[in-house]
């Protein structure tokens, strides 16, 4: 499967007249540097990006964006897109956008799963400052923070075309059938892919894209053991993070929702193809 079509025309000049229209003093040169599955992203000169929903489903996810980052800022040490300036509908684009800073770097999708270790700790620490207890308005998601047993029926229609499904599914069977988390929802980023964590030399320099932010289990998040990790990074980041063996577990359960989504709808992109076959291999080690 490929990435869902556009359902908004953008292009430079639109952007460029967005801009122009909203907060002239920012105009600049603009560079497209990705069109992903719900938001078109340029640079903004140097410094500053520019972040537009490409699909309906998109806007709210940015709108929380734009609401809650600059809480979450307040819990972490690592750097976050806060909002520079929030953008209306406008010049026929019909939906709100934002301008973020433009953080330097490569992720670590970019780099080779052995040379991850020394993120380790440090995603285990912006993990541990996020995971606190949310408010009773924080963003919805039905996709993530859930009970496992939530996402059965999707992961067993992906596994019907993803390889190693043999192997796969009697594991996501016992991982389905834990029990759920039985403690506060906890505010979490929803998304925690390597193509979301930036790097600056070896160091974790900012964590990006919490369009999928919502609360619940923390399960969901500590999923980057096995989706960013391999197994000698893996124990570090567990040793830095103060979870108990059922949650751990059920993180495993979530690298496989997420390892089946990417190796399932990942077919025109093989970056993110790449993630979902390093996740599969990973879950199917010994923790």
């Known amino acids: 499967m490929n ?20 907060h002239p003093d920012l105009a600049g040169p603009l560079t497209l540097v990705a069109n992903g599955w719900d938001n078109v992203i340029y640079r903004l000169g140097t410094d500053l990006s520019v972040r537009l929903p490409r699909r309906r489903v998109a806007v709210d996810l940015i709108v929380n964006e734009q609401r809650w980052l600059p809480v979450l800022a307040e819990y972490v040490e ?3 897109p806060l909002p520079v300036r ?12 934002t301008i973020a800073p433009w953080f330097e770097g490569r992720t670590v999708a ?4 052995s040379d991850r270790s020394g993120i380790a700790a440090p995603l285990a620490d912006f993990m541990t400052g996020l995971h606190r207890p949310a408010p009773p308005d924080a963003p919805r998601n039905p996709v993530r923070g859930v009970p496992l047993a939530a996402r059965d029926g999707a992961v067993r229609q992906r596994l019907q075309s993803i390889p190693r499904s043999a192997a796969l599914l009697p594991l996501w ?3 389905a059938a834990l029990p759920p988390w039985q403690g506060p929802p ?3 980023h929803g998304d925690p892919h390597p193509g979301n964590l930036l790097l600056n030399g070896e160091g974790l320099a900012a964590v990006l894209d919490f369009g999928d932010l919502t609360s619940g289990d923390p399960a969901t998040d500590l999923a980057a053991a096995w989706l960013v990790f391999d197994e000698n990074a ?5 040793s830095h993070v103060d979870t108990d063996e059922v949650t751990w577990e059920r993180a495993r359960g979530w690298a496989l929702v997420m390892g089946t989504a990417l190796a399932a709808h990942s077919a025109d992109n093989p970056g993110m193809a790449a993630i979902g076959d390093h996740v599969l ?5 010994t923790p």
Do not use: S
């Open 3 to 22: 990435t869902p079509a556009a359902e908004a025309d953008i292009d430079d000049g639109l952007v460029d007249r967005l801009i122009r229209t909203q």
């Open 78 to 80: 690592v750097a976050l």
């Open 86 to 97: 929030t953008g209306v509908p406008g010049e026929g684009y019909p939906w709100p956008w």
């Open 110 to 113: 970019d780099v080779p799963p």
């Open 173 to 175: 069977e016992k991982l």
């Open 186 to 188: 906890l505010w979490l």
């Open 234 to 238: 893996r124990e570090v980041f567990r």
């Open 281 to 285: 291999a990973q879950v199917l080690l």
